[in-house]
Every structure is written in structure tokens, then in C-alpha cells.
């Protein structure tokens, strides 16, 4: 890899408040909506943590992001010179964990849409019970969420990692392939607020759900590992 300080996102702060963590991570993302993605160069670059909740690490072409409270050259030691995988690899994932005090939640495929206007053509009702089990997990990861229930499904929009906007889906058993998945992740396109484009989380062993997301619009640009409490 080379010397993250080469980078021009590259970062070098140990103790970064959230407020300058969260706007260095933002804008980052904010570029990657618009198509500005880090530069292909083998680098690293270090944000800290946007929030007391979210840390972990991006993977994009060549290059890394690591949105965590830990010093930089701590991190560097811990990555095989030249090794472009090894910030999402178990190795070091399970050393940074360690060192934050978290546990690994999972390695996904990240993937941006672009809104779309109108309504959604499933016939959907939103949830509006803060108690109901889906928007109680869904508050665990991301703030303002909606959810919204189709037959046989959910659909949900909010505030995630640095102020980004995301969605999930989710299909009963019973109606798996006809098609609903894709119809969801679509609907969830018309939900968004907003002019910006829509980040959705995928596991890469979901197949189902990765060719949902791809018919439904969503392009993948990279990998993000959670770290949670």
C-alpha cells in the first residue's frame, strides 16, 4: 500500500471530534454519490468515528477507509505492505474489533441508486408503531427511519453511517421469487427524500437479494465491514 499521507483524503488524526469525523466522512460520501470515488492508489485514509455508534471499514477500488477511533500507524502496522485486501480481511477486522471493543457484524456489498419521483407502484402502509420489532432493529443502525409494509414484505428508508440515506428490504418465505424483492428495493427508490442517491447494504452470500438490487437499479461500488458494540 502506499503511505496513506500521499492521498489527498488521506487522514492522520487520532482523536478527531464526531463533528469533524462525521463532515471528513460526509463529504467523502457525498463525493462517491456524485461519482467522485477515492483514488485507485493502494492508500488508506482515516476519518475516526462519525458517531459513537458507527465504525468500521469501506473497501472501494485500491483503496480503504477506516472510520474508527484508533491511531493511524497503529493501523498501518497491523496491514501487509502491498496486501490490497487485507483492511476487510478477518485478520485484521478481528484486531481492530478488539481494539475498539466491538465484534465484526458482517463483510457486505455496498451499492447506490439514484432516487426516482412518484410514488412507488406496490401498494404499501406505512409503520408507524416505534415499538414494532423491524423499525426497533432498523433504530439500531440508522436514524429518521420509515417503514413501510407491503403483502409479504417490508421495505425501509433512513439515516445511516455519516448522515447517509439507506434502505433494507425484507421478504416472508412465502413469497420469495415472484419477483418481490426486486418491486421493494425499487419502491424504497421512490420513498427517499431528497435529490441525493440511496446506499443499500448487501450480503454477498444473499444471492437473491444481490440480483434483487442489481434488477431494481442499484449499482455496486464497494464493500463496508461494521463494527458494533
Known amino acids: 500500500m502506499t503511505d496513506p499521507a500521499e492521498s489527498p483524503l488521506a487522514g492522520s488524526r487520532l482523536a478527531e471530534s464526531p463533528l469533524a469525523a462525521g463532515s471528513r466522512l460526509a463529504e467523502l460520501l457525498h463525493g462517491m454519490e456524485r461519482g467522485s470515488f477515492p483514488p ?43 496486501d ?6 478477518p485478520p485484521f477486522l478481528a484486531a481492530l474489533a478488539d481494539k475498539i471493543g466491538r465484534r465484526v457484524n458482517n ?11 412518484g410514488p412507488p407502484s406496490l401498494d404499501l402502509t406505512e409503520i408507524t408503531d416505534a415499538g414494532h420489532p423491524r423499525v426497533q432493529r432498523a433504530l439500531r443502525y ?6 413501510f409494509a407491503a403483502e409479504g414484505g417490508l421495505v425501509l428508508v433512513g439515516r445511516g453511517i455519516a448522515g447517509r440515506w439507506e ?14 424483492g426486486r ?46 458494540p
Not at 476519518?47 to 500507524?73: N, Y
Not at 490490497?84 to 480481511?89: E, I, V
Not at 463483510?107 to 419521483?117: G, R
Request: aromatic content about 6%.
Open 84 to 89: 490490497l485486501s487485507a483492511p476487510l480481511n
Open 40 to 82: 485507485a492508489d493502494g492508500g488508506l485514509t482515516f476519518t475516526g468515528q462519525p458517531a459513537p455508534r458507527d465504525a468500521g471499514v469501506l473497501a472501494f477500488t485500491a483503496h480503504s477507509v477506516v472510520f474508527a477511533d484508533v491511531d493511524p500507524d497503529w493501523v498501518r502496522a497491523q496491514l501487509p505492505t502491498g
Open 142 to 147: 440508522r436514524d429518521d427511519v420509515r417503514v
Open 167 to 180: 434502505m433494507a428490504v425484507e421478504v416472508d418465505p412465502a413469497y420469495r421469487g415472484r419477483g418481490l
Open 183 to 228: 418491486a421493494l428495493a425499487e419502491s424504497a427508490r421512490h420513498l427517499h427524500p431528497g435529490d441525493r442517491p440511496l446506499w443499500a447494504q448487501i450480503a454477498p452470500g444473499n444471492a437473491a437479494s444481490v440480483r434483487a438490487l442489481l434488477a431494481a437499479g442499484f449499482a455496486p461500488v464497494g464493500a463496508e465491514a461494521l463494527l458494533v
Open 107 to 117: 463483510i457486505d456489498v455496498l451499492a447506490l441508486a439514484p432516487p426516482l419521483a
